[in-house]
């Protein structure tokens, strides 16, 4: 589950550490990454457009993905857990 906002925040979440921060939007999709644990999000921006979220030139983006793990428990007992964030400046 992609999740992105314009803020960040640093806080425990499952057995990660959540930096997508207040003002989430998530992609309401959910994939599959089978074994390669690769997923991809294609035409990210029309599908937050869809959901009333429109992404500007020069803003700037904190994503991070959300992602479940059933064959693995975490450090903290969890079956789930959170990629590392990534800030992004949007260019046109």
């Known amino acids: 589950l992609l999740v992105i906002s314009p ?6 979440f499952d057995d990660g550490r959540l930096c997508v ?3 989430m939007v998530r992609m309401r999709s959910h994939l ?3 074994q390669s644990g690769i997923v991809t999000f294609d035409d990210v921006y029309t599908t ?3 959901y009333g979220t429109v992404l ?5 983006w904190n994503a ?3 992602y ?3 064959s693995h428990q975490g ?16 260019t046109p």
């Open 32 to 34: 599959n990454s089978v």
């Open 56 to 60: 500007h030139a020069g803003e700037t």
């Open 48 to 50: 937050y457009a869809a």
């Open 64 to 66: 991070q993905v959300w």
């Open 75 to 90: 450090v903290c007992g969890e079956r789930a857990n959170l990629t590392n964030a990534y800030t992004v400046t949007l």
């Open 7 to 12: 803020n960040q925040r640093n806080v425990p």
């Open 68 to 70: 479940r793990d059933s």
């Open 21 to 23: 921060g207040p003002g």
